[in-house]
């Protein structure tokens, strides 16, 4: 995939999930500019990223930001899973405890592609290719309840042609997915897949 169709995929990505999310409200920590502008055509705010370093940094910086607002429930989601349905984003608020962790496992069941925590920095977040074991044994370490939801539009998060390939090929009308079929990524294939980091995390 040339350059210009992954930064244009990451955008429909990021689009999906932000249009998914209308009605909360919904800081997005990034330095890109189409991010930031397409947050706040949202309504949403933006938490501006400069150093870039890291998911976890950012969103350690994001924590620090929300409890500084009084923010008492934080509910972090990454840019890549473009299914994630609205639904699904109630059932995670319907079933947070009043302190707690609701943790919702990649499909593969190492990486963690959402967590609420209640209060906003109950503990700290560690992303990364097997991150969802460590964050369950730092939930159970607060001795405070903790929720584990299998919810499959939040389970797909595109990092490999696999995933593209099962993104395209599923059904739905998202914009990520036309843009996919439009690619030909439907089909199965083997090449490597690097996306920009467009989006953040919410």
């Known amino acids: 995939m040339e350059q210009s169709a992954r930064t244009e995929f990451a955008q429909a990505m990021l689009q999906d999930v932000l249009e998914t999310l209308m009605g909360y409200e919904v800081s997005l920590v990034t330095s890109d500019s189409f991010a930031s502008e397409l947050a706040r055509s949202y309504g949403f705010r933006v938490i501006h990223d400069e150093s870039n370093l890291s998911e976890t940094d950012a969103i350690e910086m994001a924590t620090q930001v929300c409890e500084s607002r009084g923010i008492r429930t934080t509910l972090v989601i990454p840019a890549d899973i473009p299914l994630i349905e609205v639904t699904e984003v109630r059932a995670i608020y319907d079933s947070a405890p009043e302190r ?46 903790c929720v584990v939801l299998s919810l499959p539009g939040v389970a797909l998060d595109i990092d490999t042609p696999q995933d593209l390939e099962q993104l395209a090929r599923g059904p739905g009308e998202r914009r990520a997915q036309l843009l996919a079929r439009k690619l030909g990524l439907s089909q199965p294939f083997h090449a490597s897949l690097t996306l920009p980091r467009v989006g953040g995390n919410i």
Request: charged letters at 20%; zero cysteines.
């Open 100 to 145: 707690g962790t609701v943790l919702v496992p990649a499909r593969d069941k190492r990486g963690t592609n959402a967590i609420l925590r209640r209060p906003a920095a109950l503990f700290p977040l560690r992303f990364g290719n097997d991150s969802f074991l460590p964050h369950l044994a730092s939930a159970i370490a607060t001795d405070s309840s």
